[in-house]
């Protein structure tokens, strides 16, 4: 029994001598010949300690984990925080004295006078915890801030092992915290150790980090606590869960006057001070505790419907700035986005005024751009963003950057784009089928084209586009690029259509469809991303400068110390000469006016009975509205079956001007071939056979408006450009050798595009050319011809009757202009349908 004892004493004076040497200083062995036998335990103690390096992860000074906050355009509307750790570093200069001093005089009181490691302390705790063999007490609050860090930083890399290692209440980790403990303090100094521990420490209640604390308990930053208000948080650091003043309010004023009394036994607070404060409530910012805002789920109310474009940014950001979402969500950034929320909230007010219901299968989609940069500025939609069970009402989809509906006519810009490059002009006339159109180069037997409503024969770009004929322009795939899709495709790829590159069966669906030579591109049959679409159409306002869309502003982005962060964003690039944008643009104000800002008859035969959006423009012209440019795109629906029954499935309007682009979608994401019917403000039959894309152009009106109307334009136009007017004659019908040599003498380099133009001009010289209009370096493409003349009859104009009259969209408003309706489907063959206009 003696022999027990002895051993037990030996054992505890072990441990004692063990402690003394982490202590790091020459008095533990001055106690060595007073332990006796345990003098070997203690030096292998001693041994161990000078042995033991700090880990670098603990001394690698790398910041903490901070919450990131997203703003509006304004950079000061707060969109939506995100976080892990619900963190924000504050200044140590910044916080109130007392709130050090309460934390030094209630957990290391001797903070200002060791060096890490407190010897006195450890004397203390080692004889007082030697009977019970518990190595708890005695840590200095550098020590305390090498346990938070270890801590930290297992919870980071998701180490469950390292997590306990670093709480363990053993020997080895007191030695490694002393080690770790003197080596901070080497290269830390005591203010910025105590800053590290204020901002590292967790609080409870989700708050990590004074600051936080200080909002969470109590609404306020923390260089505005009060003594009170400081104490009890300084007593939450030990136990947050035990002293949690939500859960354990007793417990928790216990804790602070606790506090209280450790500041007036050192000295910084006096008694009837203390007794004063003890008087006063807890007074928490609310009686129970709140949910922190995290994330877009949590966004900002006071910005309608603001969740979706949260979203999108998010997205955008992993996906394309080079930041990790996880970087993101844990780096306290700054991120300054393009949204502009007065023109979100007007634009939603407009929408939810009008008689959508968001239960509805369908639903509309309509962001805007800015052309000139690309900023995506607002995410309108009918729907709320959300999730609510068994209410349709509400959704988190990707409403705007998915791509699940065809567009229609609005694919008529990639041909006519495309058109215009190769140096086609606005008077390029066509002969067509109104109804029946059969392709003549194009493999697709049995497939035809036919147009809904009474079209001429024979057409001319400048009326076609605008009107929307489905024989038309897939007589231009068919005539002008004998089939030969690619020019078209790669316009609309070069334009942001990054749908038409995601793979299927190995090839993307770019690739397909020009392998295919599938004439039905130009009808808009493919799955459109509403928001690539607005921004493809933002080109021609910005004379030929493609910005891809993106939701953050250059610049955009700082860390916590202000520093502007690097990282990608998509830059812009010229897609289309100025004369090419300009003349686009020209034609597609006859869409909305019915008229073209240069209107020149071609041979005085000009047939254009207006375009397909007029009828709902009257009322914007009629009170002094800018000309907006535009196109409709109409798609047709299906029965059970994938039959074509005649009636449509999604409507589809685009309006351009130069601050701002937006298309307006109204589809059904998750079957977009079904008929829509039942639209607001339709007073016709409603049953999906009178809702045209057109009508697409109430819902942008009525959103952007009041914006557009106080920001008056005038479109520039081709006339407008610097440089000369080439020479048809030195160009057309010239061997390419020929045409070349006259170009360089005007200073202009040349460029031979690879896909032949039908052209009655010679096979292998020159047919067409753009741009007509140039300064000295510009670069000129040459189309030259296949030979194969394009069929063109005298121009007639329709007799129109009861039977082939146009469809109206509305009873209630003007009429609007025939809507081409092209049969074809997907893969070129057979008859399937898809409306034009």
Same mark, same amino acid.
């Given at each position: ?24 200083? @020459? ?19 001693? =041994? ?35 976080? =892990? ?77 390292? &997590? ?7 020997? =080895? ?14 290269? +830390? ?28 308990? +109590? ?8 003594? $009170? ?17 939500? @859960? ?5 004023? &216990? ?5 209280? =009394? ?6 910084? @607070? ?10 006063? $409530? ?75 219901? $968001?239960?509805?299968?369908?639903? @509309? ?5 800015? %052309? ?55 008077? +390029? ?9 059969? $392709? ?78 599938? &004439? ?49 964003? %998509? ?28 209107? &020149? ?160 001009? +010679? ?42 009259? %146009? ?6 408003? %003007? ?23």
């Amino acid at each position: 029994m003696a022999r027990a004892s002895g051993l037990t004493v030996l054992s505890k004076l072990a441990k004692l001598a063990a402690l003394i040497a982490i202590s790091g200083v @020459l008095v533990a062995g001055l106690l060595l010949p007073y332990i006796g036998g345990a003098g070997l335990a203690a030096k292998a103690g001693a =041994d161990k300690f000078l042995n033991t390096k700090c880990p670098s992860s603990t001394l690698t000074d790398q910041g903490v984990q901070q919450r990131t906050n997203i703003y509006a355009s304004d950079g000061k509307t707060l969109i939506a925080t995100l976080f =892990d750790q619900n963190r924000q570093v504050v200044a140590y200069k910044g916080l109130p004295a007392y709130v050090s001093t309460a934390l030094i005089d209630t957990e290391d009181r001797r903070f200002y006078a060791h060096h890490g490691v407190d010897m006195r302390g450890l004397l203390r705790a080692a004889v007082s915890n030697s009977s019970g063999g518990s190595t708890q007490g005695a840590s200095t609050l550098t020590e305390q801030y090498v346990k938070q860090v270890n801590l930290y930083n297992a919870i980071n890399a998701g180490d469950q092992k390292a &997590a306990q290692a670093a709480t363990d209440q053993n020997i =080895d980790r007191k030695i490694s915290d002393a080690q770790c403990a003197l080596d901070i303090e080497k290269k +830390f100094n005591k203010p910025q150790i105590l800053s590290k521990y204020l901002n590292i420490a967790f609080f409870g209640e989700n708050s990590y980090g004074i600051q936080v604390a200080a909002q969470t308990y +109590f609404g306020r930053s923390a260089s505005k606590l009060t003594v $009170p208000q400081a104490a009890m948080l300084v007593g939450l650091v030990r136990a947050p869960s035990d002293y949690d003043p939500y @859960l354990h309010p007793d417990a928790a004023r &216990a804790r602070r006057d606790l506090v209280l =009394d450790n500041m007036v036994t050192a000295k910084n @607070l006096t008694a009837s001070e203390a007794a004063k404060y003890k008087a006063q $409530p807890l007074g928490l910012a609310s009686k129970t505790p709140t949910q922190p805002a995290r994330g877009c789920a949590y966004a900002n109310a006071t910005i309608s419907n603001v969740g979706y474009f949260c979203d999108y940014v998010l997205d955008w950001l992993s996906s394309t700035s080079g930041l990790t979402a996880r970087q993101v969500q844990t780096g306290g950034y700054k991120i300054i986005t393009t949204l502009d929320v007065g023109l979100q909230n007007s634009g939603q007010a407009a929408i939810r005024a009008s008689a959508l219901d $968001p239960k509805n299968d369908y639903l @509309l989609a309509m962001p805007s751009v800015n %052309p000139t940069n690309g900023a995506v500025t607002t995410m309108i939609t009918d729907k709320k963003y959300g999730v609510k069970k068994g209410d349709s009402a509400y959704s988190v989809g990707k409403l705007f950057t998915d791509a699940y509906a065809g567009s229609g006519s609005t694919y008529k810009y990639f041909t006519t784009l495309a058109a215009l490059t190769a140096g086609v002009t606005p008077q +390029f006339t066509l002969s067509t089928a109104n109804t029946g159109y059969r $392709p003549l180069n194009c493999p697709a037997t049995g497939y035809t084209a036919s147009n809904a409503g009474p079209y001429p024969t024979t057409m001319q770009l400048m009326s076609a586009l605008p009107e929307s004929s489905n024989t038309y322009f897939v007589g231009m795939e068919d005539q002008l690029f004998g089939c030969d899709i690619s020019p078209i495709v790669n316009m609309a790829t070069s334009l942001g259509m990054n749908a038409l590159l995601q793979k299927s069966n190995g090839k993307t669906i770019a690739q397909q469809i020009i392998a295919d030579r599938r &004439a039905t591109f130009t009808l808009g049959q493919e799955n459109t991303s509403v928001l690539e679409l607005t921004g493809a159409f933002s080109t021609v306002a910005n004379d030929g400068v493609f910005c891809p869309p993106t939701p953050i502003l250059a610049g955009g982005i700082t860390d916590p110390t202000g520093k502007k962060v690097s990282f990608t964003l %998509p830059g812009c690039k010229r897609v289309l000469s100025q004369y090419v944008a300009r003349t686009m643009r020209d034609m597609m104000v006859s869409d909305t006016s019915g008229h073209n800002l240069a209107d &020149a008859p071609f041979n005085n035969v000009q047939y254009n009975n207006g375009g397909t959006a007029t009828g709902y423009f009257g009322s914007w012209y009629g009170s002094g509205g800018s000309l907006v440019a535009g196109k409709t795109g109409t798609n047709n629906a299906a029965d059970a079956a994938g039959n074509d029954n005649g009636l449509n499935s999604a409507l589809w309007f685009v309006g351009v001007t130069p601050t701002l682009t937006s298309a307006a979608a109204i589809v059904n994401p998750k079957h977009p071939n079904l008929t829509i019917a039942n639209v607001p403000g339709i007073t016709a039959n409603n049953n999906g056979s009178d809702t045209f894309g057109a009508f697409g152009g109430t819902f942008w009106l009525s959103a952007y408006q009041s914006y557009l109307a106080a920001r008056p334009w005038t479109w520039p136009t081709v006339n407008d450009l610097p440089g000369d007017t080439i020479p048809t004659y030195q160009v057309v019908g010239q061997t390419v050798d020929a045409a070349t040599t006259n170009l360089a003498a005007l200073g202009l380099k040349v460029k031979v595009l690879r896909t032949p133009c039908g052209s009655s001009v +010679f096979a292998g010289n020159v047919a067409y050319f753009s741009p007509a209009k140039a300064v000295a370096g510009t670069t000129i493409n040459l189309c030259v011809s296949s030979g194969k003349s394009p069929v063109v009859f005298q121009p007639t104009r329709p007799t129109k009757s009861a039977s082939n009259a %146009p469809r109206s969209s509305s009873a209630a408003a %003007p009429p609007s202009r025939t809507r081409g309706n092209g049969n074809g489907n997907g893969n070129g063959n057979g008859n399937g349908n898809g409306n034009g206009g």
